[in-house]
């Protein structure tokens, strides 16, 4: 499906559809709400501590990392999942490979907190 919009409509139309993908991980991932709601109390807390400019981005950074990665995991898995519900190897391999990412940006974001925290 060709999209042949130039310019500001191009824009404007690929920001909709950006809307458009985080109401559907808001309204279908239980995973992504809760990944969310915890992103907003530590960008909070990020923004409370008394650190440097660069450890707040990294905390901040750290944490938006996971939600991107959980987005990008909801989409593999809808796109499986409408593909079938029989069982295929590639299909639970690219589910488990996505689910693998998110555990990656979560431990990633714990490091990078922990060690900003503890070398306060």
Known sequence: MANNASGLTR???????SWKGLRAAW????AFRQEVIAAVVAIAVA???DVTPMARILLIGSVA???????LNSAIEA???RLG?????LSGRAKDMGSAAVLLAILLAVFVWLTILLNR
């Open 27 to 30: 309204q279908h991932e239980a």
């Open 85 to 89: 519900n029989e069982f295929h190897e």
């Open 11 to 17: 824009i404007i139309k690929a920001a909709g559809y």
């Open 47 to 49: 923004c409370w501590l």
């Open 79 to 81: 796109v499986v999942d």
């Open 65 to 71: 990392l996971v939600i991107i990665v959980e987005v």
